[in-house]
C-alpha cells in the first residue's frame, strides 16, 4: 500500500498524540543552518505539517530538475515520522481516535527541509530547483546559503554565534538602550515597554 512512500520501517505504537510545534525556547539552533550541502530551502512562517506525499513530490522535482549534473547531492533533512489519523466528516464526537492516513514531520519555522551540493552545482540552479520544490510543499520558504544567518525561530543571529544565545539579557541590553546582538528578521527590533 505504502510502496514508494517515504515511512518508518517499524514503530513501537500504530498511532500517536496529536502533539504541539517545537518551539526553540532553550536557543537551539539545531537543523537551522546548512550541513552538508551549499545550497537549502527552509521553512518560513508558523511552522507547518508536511506529509509523506509532499516530501516525495518535492524529491521527484528536485532529482529531475538536478539529473543533468552527474555529481549533484541531494540530502532530506527531515522524515515523516508521525502517524496522522483522521475521522470521517459529520462523525459524532467519541468512539476512539481514527484511522491512520498518512505519515507527516513537524516543521517549525527555521527548518532546513533539503540541502543541495556537489560539483557543478551553481547558485542559479539551485534557486531554481528549489523554487520547485518550494511550489510542491505549498508552505512559505526561503532559499538560503552557507554565507546565511543561523535563525532561532524568527531571529536572524549573526555568524559564529553561541549554540545558545543568552536571550534574557539580550533583552534587558534592548530595555537599557544599548546596542543588540542580533536582530529581528521580518521587522526592526520591538520596543518593550516600561
Not at 546559503?145 to 543571529?157: D, N
Request: glycine share 10%; charged share 25%.
Amino acid at each position: 500500500r505504502f510502496a514508494g512512500v517515504l515511512a518508518p520501517k517499524r514503530t513501537k505504537y500504530r498511532k500517536a498524540h496529536k502533539g504541539r510545534m517545537p518551539i526553540p525556547a532553550g536557543g537551539s539552533l539545531k537543523g537551522t543552518t546548512l550541513v552538508y550541502g551549499a545550497y537549502g530551502i527552509i521553512i518560513k512562517g508558523n511552522g507547518m505539517c508536511l506529509s509523506a506525499k509532499q516530501l516525495m513530490a518535492a524529491d521527484t522535482a528536485l532529482k529531475r530538475k538536478l539529473k543533468v549534473l552527474k555529481n549533484a547531492k541531494i540530502w532530506l533533512r527531515v522524515f515523516p515520522d508521525i502517524p496522522m489519523c483522521i475521522k470521517g466528516n459529520e462523525t459524532p464526537m467519541g468512539k476512539g481516535k481514527g484511522s491512520f492516513d498518512h505519515w507527516a514531520c513537524r516543521c517549525p519555522t527555521g527548518r532546513v527541509i533539503f540541502e543541495v551540493g556537489g560539483e557543478g552545482v551553481s547558485e542559479q540552479l539551485a534557486k531554481d530547483a528549489l523554487r520547485l520544490v518550494a511550489g510542491k510543499l505549498s508552505y512559505k520558504t526561503e532559499f538560503i546559503t552557507q554565507e546565511s544567518h543561523p535563525r532561532l525561530g524568527r531571529i536572524l543571529l549573526p555568524k559564529g554565534h553561541a549554540e545558545k544565545p543568552d536571550l534574557v539579557s539580550t533583552l534587558m541590553q534592548e530595555r537599557k538602550g544599548e546596542p543588540l546582538m542580533f536582530e529581528i528578521a521580518p521587522a526592526p527590533a520591538v520596543e518593550l515597554r516600561q
